[in-house]
Nanobody
Framework: QVQLVESGGGLVQAGGSLRLSCAAS????????MGWFRQAPGKERELVAA???????NFAISVKGRFTIFRDNAKNTLYLQMNSLRPEDSAVYYC????????????????WGQGTQVTVSS
């Protein structure tokens, strides 16, 4: 079992930055594919960014060039650096982990965090 706890969300003005953290426990996530998802009110959950155990990344078109995904294996933590934030980035952001996913557009992750709210004001 892997437990995931997100933090770092909050209220920020458009154009600002936030860094989300996802602290993992129970298992070492260095060999897991990790993902960040988001869900805004009335919308479906969408994949924002994914990171393979080997360092490959995938980003949603809407965040490419603005967001970065990376991990610190020593801290067993995943991060999402979000720059140039826009009001449309407002959502609950979820961290996810899976030991078997290799396709970085996949959404059927096994382990999920509880989410952290990001609100971007205009």
């Amino acid at each position: 079992q892997v437990q995931l706890v997100e933090s770092g969300g909050g209220l920020v003005q458009a154009g600002g930055s936030l860094r989300l953290s996802c602290a993992a426990s129970g298992r070492t996530i260095s060999r897991y594919t990790m993902g960040w998802f988001r869900q805004a009110p009335g919308k479906e959950r969408e994949l924002v960014a994914a990171l393979s155990s080997g360092g490959r990344t995938n980003f949603a078109i809407s965040v490419k060039g603005r967001f970065t995904i990376f991990r610190d294996n020593a801290k067993n933590t995943l991060y999402l650096q979000m720059n140039s934030l826009r009001p449309e980035d407002s959502a609950v952001y979820y961290c996810a982990a899976d030991p078997r996913i290799v396709v970085l557009t996949a959404t059927n992750y096994e382990y999920w965090g509880q989410g952290t709210q990001v609100t971007v004001s205009s």
